[in-house]
């Protein structure tokens, strides 16, 4: 059974930073391309980032310049780095992993607040 475990939200102030972690089981995480997408409330779920198998990266444009994913294949685990918070970041952050041919995958969700 293929699990995403998410961990590292909660409250920042404004300009400060927090790293969310997210650590997969149950699947072949190297082969698969891991991102993490957001969900504020009364928007639609977006893609904050994500990296391949080989490190190829993307970035939503909000977001370039102060986010930075990462993975260690050897943890099965996928980091988003996440500095110069601001409020508009607020939202629910959730890991996804791709690999073909099976369905996506998602993490429960963590809470991400950034307020004064």
């Known amino acids: 059974q293929v699990q995403l475990v998410e961990s590292g939200g909660g409250l920042a102030q404004p300009g400060g930073s927090l790293r969310l972690s997210c650590a997969a089981s149950?699947?072949?995480?190297?082969?698969?391309?891991t991102g993490w997408y957001r969900q504020a409330p009364g928007k639609q779920r977006e893609l904050v980032a994500s990296?391949?198998?080989?490190?190829?990266?993307i970035y939503a444009d909000s977001v370039k310049g102060r986010f930075t994913i990462s993975r260690d294949n050897a943890l099965n685990t996928v980091y988003l780095q996440m500095n110069s918070l601001k409020p508009e970041d607020t939202a629910v952050y959730y890991c996804?992993?791709?690999?073909?041919?099976?369905?996506?995958?998602w993490g429960q969700g963590t809470q991400v607040s950034v307020s004064s």
């Open positions: 996804n992993l791709h690999l073909w041919p099976y369905p996506d995958y």
């Open positions: 149950g699947i072949i995480f190297g082969d698969s391309t």
């Open positions: 990296i391949t198998s080989g490190g190829s990266t």
